[in-house]
């Protein structure tokens, strides 16, 4: 039987072992998120006996989500990349004027997707605000708001005191696809020339720590 804490290869012995037992698509789910490279040797070991009996049309699917999503994993991973030089964009900030990234250049910039309607963004403004100050003049942020009314995303930033600058993301923008953005808020650290220094997604300590990795005085 397989346990939960079975990794990739224990789960794929068990399906070379049983390839006519209907319970393998699940396997495979798991094993496309513990070892993504392994997945298509999973997939392979699902009898065709399985494939083609009464879950013929269920198995069909699941592989083909299973396979999208790595696909587009990759595909985030490949524009989120460390050294990737960060697509520039040019967007209206709170005054209406057009605020390109390429404008910022010279100077660490924090890329944060943000939206009003999220709760852990608001949450991490106090703590952001904070680190704002405490590297005053060292990084910028550039808050780019997402999936708000325009009324909505200027009177949140007024409310919540956000003293960074800001753009404001519109429905028809590309922007969110050409970055890869998957979940809010995500936070995208970008040196001095515009290219990718890390991605974090959600909000988590491992930001602040590299804040203070990047601008604390040895």
């Known amino acids: 039987n397989i346990k939960p804490e079975d990794g990739a290869d224990q789960i794929l012995e068990f399906m070379r072992n049983n390839p006519d037992n209907e319970a393998n698509i699940e396997l495979v789910t798991r094993i496309s998120q513990l070892d993504t490279e392994k997945t298509e040797e999973a997939i392979a070991l699902i009898s065709d006996k399985v494939k083609n009996g009464r879950m013929k049309n ?115 923008s590309t922007l969110l696809k050409e970055y890869g953005i998957q979940g809010f808020p995500t936070k995208i650290i970008l040196d001095t020339e515009g290219k990718i220094v890390k991605t974090i997604v959600g909000e988590s300590p491992e930001f602040y720590a590299l804040l203070d990795e990047l601008f604390a005085e040895k």
Not at 60 to 70: G, L, Q, S, T
Request: proline share 6%; net charge negative.
């Open 58 to 172: 269920f198995i069909a699917r699941k592989v083909a989500d299973i396979r999208a999503r790595i696909e587009e994993e990759r595909r985030v991973a490949e524009l989120q990349a460390p050294g990737r030089q960060a697509p520039d964009f040019t967007l209206n900030d709170m005054d209406g004027n057009p605020l390109s990234l390429s404008s910022l250049k010279g100077k660490y910039i924090v890329l944060d997707f943000w939206g009003s309607w999220c709760g852990w963004c608001i949450k991490g403004f106090p703590e952001m605000k904070e680190y704002y100050q405490k590297y005053a003049g060292k990084f910028e942020i550039l808050g780019i708001d997402c999936n708000d009314p325009v009324e909505k995303w200027k009177e949140s930033v007024k409310e919540q005191g956000l003293p960074w600058l800001h753009v404001y993301n519109p429905q028809e």
